[in-house]
């Protein structure tokens, strides 16, 4: 979790379960991922980009 979290544009990492993670950052930091994967010799499988849309950020920042 300490290495994942010094990847270029992490902002914050949390395990999941069987050894995977939800990194968020800031915009799209895949490709920092996958270097940071190959740069350790670890095997990343699989990613995915999830985005909030205006409405969703929107909602959070009215709901308090």
């Known amino acids: 979790k300490n290495q ?7 902002i914050s990492v949390k395990e999941l379960e069987n050894n995977n993670w939800l990194i ?3 915009g799209d930091i895949r490709k920092n991922i996958a270097r940071f994967g190959q740069e ?4 990343v499988l699989s990613m995915a ?10 909602k959070e920042l009215t709901s308090n």
Request: proline content about 0%; overall charge negative; glycine content about 8%.
């Open 24 to 26: 968020a950052g800031d």
């Open 4 to 10: 994942l979290s010094k990847i270029n544009g992490v």
């Open 40 to 43: 350790q010799n670890i095997l």
């Open 49 to 58: 980009l999830n985005e909030k849309s205006m409405e969703q950020v929107f």
